[in-house]
């Protein structure tokens, strides 16, 4: 479950009034989720009733979260279907609530599709072009947080929880990351604001049309292509082998490239940039299952998965050209 923080009535009418959104008709915690406390909160004005998430925030700081509130208030400016944070009088979007920092977000219609088809594949694809394109003149600046310093920090931790030959593999992948980030090929990745938690369950589908994505809180500076293959190595794959699925890929790919054809350097660098995609998801679960955070009931991710996925990624590089 993911209530690790409790939110009271009152303070939730509170923050509804000084949002000026009514008043409060329901608060409901969300129990899916393992890195913030989310609640529904139903809301009444004068128009009807409106639902809204109300998030705290658990991890990142109130210096981190700016960037990515306000990445979403740019995005949903330009057309871009994310929850789009509530202002208060003056401006401000980032909110205190139960001591923690918090935000208040437009809730998206429907629900997760945790089957997708090739249709389904290709609404995201084209859509995450679409999210690249109009996050370039975004000012804000943030690094990935989960991203190649953050893994050379985090490998060591882990290490010594891991089977002598895993923590191979995790060292090997690790240096060939590292060789790969100095290539030339790398530095001509084109960059801008990425998503980089772009899974199933972080995105929204309402009678098989795409509503939305949301979960911006590891959204960073990065290559496009590194979302593009975290996208690839969830939406693209059979869940229980980690298996590559080719059709829902090249979908995905043909949407995203009608939208913004790939540049050279990154039909390149699509099959390391996969096993990064992998690496960085094996890490962060490796982290979350040996080192859990004080939250009673909560169920870390399954790290072997991307560890499968990373070995498969390996042995059975999927290139570009595979890809069309
Ligand atoms: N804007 C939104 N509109 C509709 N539903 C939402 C929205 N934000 C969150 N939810 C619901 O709340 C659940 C938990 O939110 P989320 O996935 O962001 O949790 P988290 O703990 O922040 O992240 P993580 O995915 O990293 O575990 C989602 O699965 C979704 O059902
Ligand atoms: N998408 C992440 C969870 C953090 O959002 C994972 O599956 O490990």
């Known amino acids: 479950m993911a209530v690790f923080t409790e939110v009271s009535a009152d303070e939730a009418r509170a923050l509804l009034r000084a949002l000026?959104?009514?008043?409060?008709r329901e608060l409901r915690g969300i129990q899916s989720g393992i890195e913030?406390?989310?609640?529904?909160?139903?809301?009444?004005?004068?128009?009807?009733?409106?639902?809204?998430?109300?998030?705290?925030?658990?991890?990142?700081?109130?210096?981190?979260?700016?960037?990515?509130?306000?990445?979403?208030k740019h995005l949903a400016q330009h057309g871009i279907p994310v929850p789009d944070p509530a202002a208060d009088k003056d401006g401000d979007i980032l909110h205190?609530?139960?001591?923690?920092?918090?935000?208040l977000v437009n809730k998206l219609a429907g629900g997760h599709e945790l089957a997708p088809g090739p249709d389904h594949c290709s609404q995201v694809g084209a859509m995450l072009a679409r999210m690249h394109l109009a996050g370039r003149d975004y000012k804000r600046h943030q690094p990935n947080l989960r991203s190649l310093a953050w893994w050379n920090e985090?490998?060591?931790?882990?290490?010594?929880?891991?089977e002598p030959e895993q923590a191979a593999l995790l060292r090997s992948e690790l240096a060939f990351q590292n060789h790969v980030a100095g290539s030339s090929a790398w530095q001509a990745l084109p960059r801008g604001p990425v998503h980089a938690d772009l899974f199933r369950d972080n995105v929204m589908f309402d009678g098989g049309q795409l509503t939305g994505f949301f979960d911006f809180y590891f959204a960073g500076i990065d290559a496009w292509l590194f979302d593009l293959a975290v996208c690839l190595n969830d939406w693209a794959i059979d869940l229980p082998t980690g298996r590559h699925d080719p059709e829902r890929a090249r979908a995905f790919v043909a949407a995203y490239a009608s939208v913004r054809p790939l540049t050279a350097a990154e039909r390149q660098l699509l099959p390391a940039m996969l096993r990064a995609g992998a690496l960085r998801f094996w890490i962060s679960r490796l982290w979350d299952f040996h080192l859990p955070r004080e939250a009673s009931l909560l169920k870390p991710h399954d790290p072997t998965h991307f560890e499968r996925v990373l070995r498969q990624r390996i042995a059975q590089p999927v290139t570009a050209a595979a890809l069309g």
């Not at 000026?20 to 409060?24: M, P, R, Y």
């Not at 205190?96 to 935000?103: F, L, M, S």
């Open 36 to 72: 913030n406390t989310n609640y529904f909160v139903t809301a009444e004005d004068m128009f009807g009733a409106t639902e809204y998430v109300l998030t705290l925030f658990e991890r990142l700081t109130a210096e981190q979260l700016p960037f990515y509130l306000h990445l979403m």
């Open 96 to 103: 205190t609530v139960a001591g923690k920092p918090a935000a």
């Open 154 to 162: 985090t490998v060591p931790v882990v290490l010594p929880f891991l």
């Open 20 to 24: 000026k959104l009514g008043e409060l």
